[in-house]
């Protein structure tokens, strides 16, 4: 059996195995056909009808469930993510396991499409080291992303000293720079 | 403890593999995924047999949710038999639509990962409770 326990595991396997034999660009297209619309249908259930409120009753429950080291907070413009210690990533790290080159790209493979049906952009960045920050905002009319500790302050973790210690990709309304 | 919704993503991945590649592309990912990924595994169970094997699974079913199992070891053979399938359940739980094969992977999983240790593997029921023999035999 394939367990929940070990599905993180499995799933860093599961991308390089389509990468191998189906290439990037079907890799992709697992994240949005299978991930985004089938297996995240109760993020989309509450996100695209409910917004801001459904973003922070999904992501509540999840990383609470999930133990993850992060912080939200949310203005009428923005819903906003801090997290310093990716459970996700921090399990393939401590399993000294990194199948696929980008593990962290599926995050916004599957949760992109999800927003875009329901009508918000993504600022984001992540540094490939536990760490990231997400900027959700209205797709109609865009704030820019915020500047350091604008909107979370302290907890902004581009103000962690260990921010900068991995490789950033950048992403400024849903469009990778 | 384990975020069960997983089991999502692991009924929806065998979904789209079956939409995408077919019966013999979803059979042929769960057999390299128990040749590949628990490779480790097969190496622990050419040492240690069946004893090794009933290790495993207390461990691993201890760690999901909801599941309800026994386990037998006789001299010859591993029975394990599930009472309450963790996955059938989260799934049926949240109104999920299980995957016609979902139950397949874990004969096509353990096969893979049993066989080159000499470990025959048999499944009998299915979607929800079913019975796994594990069988000592020759290394494949």
Known sequence: MIGCAEFILIYDWTFEYLRRTQGEEGLRAYWEECISQDSQLHARELIIPNGFDGMEEYWGHTLAEEEAGYTSVRTPDAFRIDMYACPSQGLLKAHGQANYHDYCEHCMGWIEPVLREAGFVVHHEHNHDCKCWWEIVPAASPPPPSEPGGLAGADDIRLNAEWQTGRIDCWVASRRQ | ?140
């Not at chain 2, 079913?61 to 010859?76: C, D, I, N, Q, R």
């Not at chain 2, 999920?96 to 139950?103: N, Q, S, V």
């Open chain 2, 1 to 140: 403890m384990a975020a069960p919704d997983f089991y999502f993503a692991i009924n929806a991945t065998f979904r789209w593999m079956l939409e995408r590649c077919g019966e013999g592309g979803l059979r042929e990912y769960w057999r390299a995924l128990g040749r590949q990924h628990y490779a480790p595994l097969t190496e622990r169970l050419k040492e240690g047999g069946l004893p090794a094997l009933r290790d495993y699974w207390e461990s691993f079913y201890a760690e999901e949710p909801g599941a309800k199992v026994s386990l037998e070891l006789a001299e010859e053979a591993l029975v394990l038999t599930v009472h309450t399938c963790p996955a059938i359940k989260h799934l049926r739980a949240h109104g999920r639509e299980i995957m016609p094969l979902y139950c397949e992977h874990c004969t096509h999983v353990s096969a893979a990962f049993c066989e080159p240790a000499g470990i025959g593997v048999k499944v009998e029921g299915g979607r929800g409770t079913c019975r796994q023999v594990f069988t000592r035999g020759d290394r494949s």
